[in-house]
């Protein structure tokens, strides 16, 4: 399935969870999804942004690794559906704003917590989640340079 695809699929089932541990099993998919789509853009996408993928990649990671992992049934996992980025600038403006809504929802988490575990859990997958949009927006200006500079070249061509 297409990176768009997945990501609209997480929005929805993140906007639809109910209940902190529903919400915090969607919130560890979408941080799983934006991990496989730095990764697939360190290897497939172009070359100036191979670096700021693989910071995602490693941020998306930590945004996992501080969540407990949710009981997910065979092919459940939404990052493991990924089969292809399509275009690039479309993906990370969709994955930036599905990171920007598990940030929402990690504040909603955090400010109902019962234990002080969980609360902590959120703030620092809140900022992963904030680095890594941080990470989409330098992307997406390199994007936009790359286009600018083309489009000079044909014009002045």
């Given amino acids: 399935m297409d990176a768009v695809r997945l990501i609209v699929t997480s929005r ?8 902190i541990s529903e919400t915090l099993a969607e919130v560890w998919q979408a941080q799983c999804l934006a991990q ?8 497939f ?7 700021e993928a693989l910071g995602l990649t490693e941020l ?3 945004g996992c690794g501080v969540l407990d992992e949710p009981k997910l ?34 504040v909603g988490v ?5 234990d002080e575990g ?8 809140i900022d992963a989640a904030d680095e890594s949009r ?7 200006r390199k994007l936009a340079d790359r286009e600018a500079a083309a489009l000079a070249r044909r014009e002045a061509g």
């Fill in 110 to 114: 955090a400010s109902c917590a019962d």
């Fill in 12 to 19: 929805r089932a993140l906007a639809a969870s109910d209940g």
């Fill in 118 to 125: 969980t609360y902590w859990s959120c703030m620092e997958a």
């Fill in 45 to 51: 996408g172009p070359p100036e942004l191979r670096g």
């Fill in 36 to 43: 496989a789509i730095g990764s697939r853009l360190a290897v």
């Fill in 73 to 106: 049934g065979p092919g459940e996992l939404r990052a493991a559906q990924l089969s292809e980025l399509g275009d690039a600038r479309q993906a990370l403006m969709y994955l930036g704003g599905l990171l920007g809504e598990v940030g929402i929802a990690l």
């Fill in 134 to 140: 941080d990470r989409i927006r330098d992307m997406l």
């Fill in 60 to 62: 998306a990671g930590r």
